[in-house]
C-alpha cells in the first residue's frame, strides 16, 4: 500500500493530526463537479446533499457531545432553509461549523433537549 493509502497510526505517526483527517476524506470523497475552471463570483456554488452536510459536521466536532449535537442542528437548518435565501443557510452551517470546533464549547443536555 502506497504512502497515500495508509494513516499515520499505519506510518508510526509521521504525519500531521489534520493530514491524518485528510487522506480517509480522499478515500470515500465523491469527485468534484466544477462549473468551470474559474468561475464568476455569481456563478453557484458547488452542490451537497444534507447527508453530506452532516458526515463532515461529525467529523469537524471536536468532542462526543458536539458530535451529538449535529444530526438535531442540521436537521433543523434543513427544514428551516425551505423558509430563507441561500445565503442565510449558509450562513447557519457556517456558524454550526464554527460552534462545533470551538474547544471551550461543552453542551450540556441535560438543561433542556432541542425539539
Known amino acids: 500500500m502506497s504512502e497515500l493509502g495508509r494513516t499515520s497510526t ?3 505517526g509521521a504525519l ?3 493530514q491524518d483527517r485528510v487522506i ?3 478515500r470515500t470523497a465523491r469527485p468534484v463537479q466544477s462549473a468551470a475552471a474559474s468561475p464568476k463570483a455569481e456563478t453557484p456554488a458547488l452542490t451537497f446533499t444534507w447527508e453530506g452536510l452532516e458526515r463532515q459536521l461529525s467529523e469537524l ?3 462526543q457531545a458536539q458530535k ?3 444530526s438535531t442542528l ?3 437548518t434543513r427544514k428551516q432553509a425551505v423558509f430563507k435565501p441561500s445565503e442565510l443557510v449558509l450562513r447557519e452551517v457556517l456558524c454550526i461549523a464554527s460552534v462545533l470546533m470551538d474547544e471551550t464549547f461543552h453542551p450540556d443536555l441535560e438543561e433542556g433537549e432541542m425539539t
Open 16 to 18: 500531521e493530526p489534520a
Open 61 to 63: 466536532a471536536i468532542t
Open 74 to 76: 442540521v436537521s433543523a
Open 10 to 12: 499505519e506510518m508510526g
Open 68 to 70: 451529538n449535537l449535529v
Open 24 to 26: 480517509p476524506f480522499r
